[in-house]
């Protein structure tokens, strides 16, 4: 059984950066391409990017092109979010998700496993 879980999500003022982790077991990780999504109050839930398996495709969404890296380390089972340049309109809970596919996924749907999410709070 697939598990994930978020780390590193907290308050932080605008202008500012995080790094979430997302920590992967129950199957082999390298064989699964990893996203990255976020959902705020009342807003449909948003892709962010998305990395397969060895690394070699990485697609970021438009709102966050330029500020945010994902990259994953494969010996750690654990898949990161760099966020830099931290805006108020960033504030949502962010989550992980996983699928055993080599295509760079963007719509949530078609992912098959979860983490339960890590809440990301900008302040101005």
């Known amino acids: 059984q697939v598990q994930l879980v978020e780390s590193g999500g907290g308050l932080v003022q605008a202008g500012g950066s995080l790094r979430l982790s997302c920590a992967f077991s129950?199957?082999?990780?390298?064989?699964?391409?990893m996203g990255w999504f976020r959902q705020a109050p009342g807003k449909e839930r948003e892709f962010l990017a998305v990395?397969?398996?060895?690394?070699?495709?990485?697609v970021y969404g438009d709102s966050v092109k330029g500020r945010f890296t994902i990259s994953r380390d494969n010996a750690k089972n654990t898949v990161y979010l760099q966020m830099n340049s931290l805006k108020p309109e960033d504030t949502a809970v962010y989550s992980c998700?996983?699928?055993?596919?080599?295509?760079?996924?963007?719509?949530?749907?078609?992912?098959?496993?979860w983490g339960q999410g890590t809440q990301v709070t900008v302040s101005s």
């Open positions: 998700a996983a699928s055993p596919t080599t295509l760079p996924l963007r719509s949530p749907t078609t992912y098959d496993y």
């Open positions: 129950g199957s082999t990780f390298s064989t699964f391409t």
């Open positions: 990395i397969t398996r060895g690394g070699g495709m990485i």
